[in-house]
């Protein structure tokens, strides 16, 4: 590990020699994701993304994509798309990232279950802001809108997102 690497600990993601809190699923942390658990994948993943809202905040980072309207991420299992971003018109099951709320106004994407995902093993690890420290994500992970900032300014492409198993005994959505 480096300190470039984003590193879940009981006390947040270590990353940059600083110590950022955050929430993580309600599902807590699993070494076997599924779809709809809620839970955090262990293991380590990469950020291969960033998307932002251009209408709420400037572009985070040179390598950001704008959210348009009518960007949604497909949570269809089974479907082509599966865990992929789409556009409206799309009938199957999916999540609209151009939204009302500052949930998704600044999302990094890492590569769980992408490219090639397979149905039923979840879709969409984000890190995005939190809704309220505590509260816990749909399996994602969420941190204070400052501090998300503040790292998607300092994260890279392929910066890596370790999640270790020996954590999946921790309980709380809140990691301190």
Same mark, same amino acid.
């Given at each position: 590990?480096?300190?470039?690497? *984003?590193?879940?600990?009981? +006390?947040? !993601?270590?990353f940059m020699?600083? &110590?950022?809190p955050?929430?993580?699923?309600?599902?807590?942390?699993?070494a076997?994701?599924?779809e709809?658990?809620g839970?955090?994948?262990?293991?380590t993943? #990469? !950020?291969v =993304?960033?998307l932002y809202? /251009?209408?709420r *905040?400037?572009?985070p980072?040179d390598?950001a994509?704008? !959210?348009? /309207?009518g960007?949604?991420?497909? &949570?269809a299992?089974? #479907?082509?798309?599966? @865990?992929s971003l %789409?556009?409206a /018109?799309?009938?199957?099951?999916?999540?609209?990232?151009?939204?009302?709320d500052?949930?998704? &106004?600044l999302? *990094?994407?890492?590569?769980? @279950?992408?490219?090639?995902?397979?149905?039923g093993?979840?879709?969409?690890i984000?890190?995005? +802001?939190? +809704?309220? /420290?505590?509260?816990?994500?749909?399996?994602?992970? =969420?941190?204070?809108p &400052?501090?998300?900032r503040?790292?998607? #300014?300092? %994260? #890279?492409?392929?910066?890596?997102? !370790?999640?270790?198993?020996?954590? %999946?005994r921790?309980?709380?959505?809140y990691? +301190?």
């Amino acid at each position: 590990m480096t300190p470039a690497d *984003m590193v879940l600990t009981h +006390r947040g !993601i270590r990353f940059m020699g600083r &110590d950022w809190p955050c929430t993580i699923g309600r599902g807590g942390l699993s070494a076997d994701k599924r779809e709809g658990d809620g839970a955090t994948p262990v293991g380590t993943h #990469q !950020i291969v =993304g960033m998307l932002y809202r /251009p209408d709420r *905040m400037a572009r985070p980072a040179d390598w950001a994509r704008p !959210i348009r /309207p009518g960007d949604l991420w497909s &949570d269809a299992s089974g #479907q082509a798309q599966y @865990n992929s971003l %789409v556009r409206a /018109p799309y009938e199957h099951s999916h999540e609209v990232l151009r939204r009302a709320d500052p949930l998704y &106004d600044l999302v *990094m994407l890492t590569d769980w @279950n992408w490219p090639d995902a397979q149905a039923g093993m979840g879709s969409a690890i984000f890190l995005h +802001r939190w +809704r309220r /420290p505590g509260y816990p994500t749909e399996g994602c992970i =969420g941190f204070r809108p &400052d501090h998300l900032r503040h790292i998607a #300014q300092m %994260v #890279q492409f392929g910066t890596r997102l !370790i999640v270790p198993a020996s954590l %999946v005994r921790a309980h709380a959505a809140y990691i +301190r």
